[in-house]
């Protein structure tokens, strides 16, 4: 059944109502579960929906779906990383307590797909929505899939009814996927007041993966002189490097580029924009470079952080070298630099010395300021790692701390309000955030548009 509102109509099927954008089409209805999708777009080019499903929750906690959910996501989707999984109010004024709101990021055939996911209970109900779209599909889907979300509605005379008569139903999968009650992260429940499951395995459960070739920097240096032309000078033929790079596949006998040779100088001969990542902790430093330009883009990386293990067998002068999709870059970025769910818990920003910055990021023994309260203390038990994204366009840039299970804090580097000396405040930010800011920006500099970042309050870029 459909039911129409200005704008928009609801998908009605027992009892639940999931919002239909206006010229959008519903793809799915069968029992506990309705989907819409944008209007049909054109070949190759992914088309944004939203799926709602619902079952009987058999007094099974929300931590223990979110936890299923999380662990079905490792398990199934290839190519994946789950960013964040957050608290999350459901509108709904029946439902049981707070939910979970999530995101992740998976490739679903070509179509590097980010996947918003909020899961939350009410009246007996296990209810789940997802909304799916790419990276570049961010800007004007995002914001309206979390609108769909909030105008979700749920029939009390009907929920009640359907609900009796499906009470012995078993939950799907999760006996065996998450078949008890999550391990609790102790020092969040204690702060946050509220039972909050533990995610610092997940961390460990998605570890960077490096890809692409591994070429010396000399080398790809000397691809880079082909830029303006196709074929390598007498005396550049000389050079060792010419035959690294026919080895590699990039270069012909007769040293002009090949096809891949071609497709990999091919952002940077038309060049939208280009990223330097850097990112440090106690251990060491590594570079990440990004050229994006004519649907394509060229990452070049020093040794993740967050690499798994064994690491590859990267030479003094390696760099790991791939040419990805454009709508990729986010992706390869946030794994790369360890984005990974953490419960960034409310508190007033931290300000630190530059000194004192400095000795604590190299170091996780630097005894803690005495000001710093419980959620900041946790915080400042967490590994740290520092990384920063530079355009190097306009010179614009962001920066983090990832800390671990305790999430992300924003960087601020200036006068602090209590010295005149330069300061470092870390404010705290959920991983989602990070994220939606590091997609925002890319996308921004890449389209030549003015950055706007509605997620951070008081944003005016």
Same mark, same amino acid.
């Given at each position: 059944?459909?039911?129409?509102?200005?704008?928009?109509?609801?998908?009605? %099927?027992?009892?639940?109502?999931?919002?239909?954008?206006?010229?959008?089409?519903?793809?799915?209805?069968?029992?506990?579960?309705?989907? *819409?999708?944008?209007?049909?777009?054109?070949?190759? *080019?992914?088309?944004?929906?939203?799926?709602?499903?619902?079952?009987?929750?058999?007094? *099974?906690?929300?931590?223990?779906?979110?936890?299923?959910?999380?662990?079905? @996501?490792?398990?199934?989707?290839?190519?994946? =990383?789950?960013?964040?999984?957050?608290?999350?109010?459901?509108?709904?004024?029946?439902?049981? $307590?707070?939910?979970?709101?999530?995101?992740?990021?998976?490739?679903?055939?070509?179509?590097?797909?980010?996947?918003?996911?909020?899961?939350?209970?009410?009246?007996?109900?296990?209810?789940?929505?997802?909304?799916?779209?790419?990276?570049?599909?961010?800007?004007?889907?995002?914001?309206?899939?979390?609108?769909?979300?909030?105008?979700?509605?749920?029939?009390?005379?009907?929920?009640?009814?359907?609900?009796?008569? /499906?009470?012995?139903?078993?939950?799907?999968?999760?006996?065996?996927?998450?078949?008890?009650?999550?391990?609790?992260?102790?020092?969040?429940?204690?702060?946050?007041?509220?039972?909050?499951?533990?995610?610092?395995? &997940?961390?460990?459960?998605?570890?960077?993966?490096?890809?692409?070739?591994?070429?010396?920097?000399?080398?790809?240096?000397?691809?880079?002189?082909?830029?303006?032309?196709? =074929?390598?000078?007498?005396?550049?033929?000389?050079?060792?490097?010419?035959?690294?790079?026919?080895?590699?596949?990039?270069?012909?006998?007769?040293?002009?580029?090949?096809?891949?040779?071609? /497709?990999?100088?091919?952002?940077?001969?038309?060049?939208?924009?280009?990223?330097?990542?850097?990112?440090?902790?106690?251990? /060491?430093?590594?570079? &990440?470079?990004?050229?994006?330009?004519?649907?394509?883009?060229?990452?070049?990386?020093? %040794?993740?952080?967050?690499?798994?293990?064994?690491?590859?067998?990267?030479?003094?002068?390696?760099?790991?070298?791939?040419?990805?999709?454009?709508?990729? *870059?986010?992706?390869?970025?946030?794994?790369?630099?360890?984005?990974?769910?953490?419960?960034?818990?409310?508190?007033?920003?931290?300000?630190?010395?530059?000194?004192?910055?400095?000795?604590?990021?190299?170091?996780?023994?630097?005894?803690?300021?005495?000001?710093?309260?419980?959620?900041?203390?946790?915080?400042?038990?967490?590994?740290?790692?520092?990384?920063?994204?530079?355009?190097?366009?306009?010179?614009? =840039?962001?920066?983090?701390?990832?800390? $671990?299970?305790?999430?992300?804090?924003? %960087?601020?580097?200036?006068?602090?309000?209590? @010295?005149?000396?330069?300061?470092?405040?870390?404010?705290?930010?959920?991983?989602?955030?990070?994220?939606?800011?590091?997609? =925002?920006?890319?996308?921004?500099?890449?389209?030549?548009?003015?950055? /706007?970042?509605?997620?951070?309050?008081?944003?005016?870029?």
């Amino acid at each position: 059944m459909t039911t129409a509102a200005k704008g928009f109509s609801y998908e009605c %099927l027992e009892g639940f109502s999931l919002p239909r954008p206006e010229g959008w089409e519903q793809v799915e209805i069968k029992s506990g579960t309705l989907a *819409v999708a944008h209007p049909p777009l054109p070949a190759g *080019v992914f088309r944004p929906n939203m799926v709602l499903r619902w079952h009987p929750a058999n007094g *099974v906690s929300v931590a223990r779906y979110a936890t299923a959910a999380l662990a079905s @996501t490792l398990e199934g989707l290839r190519d994946r =990383r789950i960013i964040s999984n957050d608290v999350w109010s459901p509108p709904d004024p029946a439902a049981a $307590g707070s939910g979970r709101a999530q995101r992740l990021f998976h490739l679903a055939g070509r179509h590097p797909v980010c996947v918003d996911r909020w899961i939350w209970t009410a009246s007996g109900f296990a209810v789940e929505a997802t909304a799916s779209y790419t990276a570049e599909q961010h800007t004007g889907m995002k914001l309206l899939f979390e609108q769909m979300v909030r105008d979700i509605r749920i029939d009390e005379p009907v929920r009640a009814e359907y609900g009796n008569q /499906r009470a012995e139903t078993d939950q799907p999968d999760i006996g065996r996927i998450a078949p008890q009650e999550p391990r609790l992260d102790d020092d969040a429940c204690r702060w946050a007041g509220a039972e909050l499951e533990d995610l610092s395995s &997940l961390a460990a459960a998605q570890p960077y993966r490096e890809a692409g070739k591994l070429l010396p920097i000399p080398a790809l240096e000397l691809l880079d002189t082909l830029l303006g032309r196709d =074929r390598l000078g007498r005396f550049q033929r000389k050079d060792p490097s010419a035959a690294t790079l026919q080895a590699a596949g990039l270069l012909t006998d007769g040293a002009g580029l090949t096809p891949e040779g071609e /497709r990999f100088l091919w952002p940077v001969r038309n060049l939208d924009a280009s990223f330097r990542v850097i990112a440090v902790n106690a251990a /060491r430093g590594s570079v &990440l470079q990004a050229w994006i330009g004519g649907g394509l883009a060229r990452i070049t990386a020093e %040794l993740s952080l967050f690499a798994a293990a064994p690491a590859p067998a990267y030479g003094p002068d390696d760099l790991s070298a791939a040419v990805v999709p454009a709508n990729m *870059v986010p992706e390869r970025i946030a794994g790369w630099a360890g984005l990974s769910p953490g419960w960034s818990l409310p508190h007033e920003p931290v300000v630190l010395s530059m000194d004192s910055y400095e000795a604590r990021l190299k170091s996780g023994r630097t005894p803690a300021p005495p000001h710093l309260d419980q959620a900041a203390g946790r915080m400042w038990r967490q590994p740290w790692t520092e990384w920063q994204i530079l355009d190097e366009g306009s010179g614009g =840039r962001f920066g983090w701390v990832n800390a $671990g299970s305790a999430g992300q804090y924003r %960087l601020f580097v200036g006068r602090g309000d209590r @010295t005149e000396t330069d300061a470092v405040l870390l404010e705290p930010m959920s991983p989602a955030v990070a994220w939606d800011i590091l997609v =925002r920006f890319i996308h921004a500099s890449v389209e030549g548009i003015p950055l /706007r970042l509605p997620e951070v309050p008081g944003f005016n870029g």
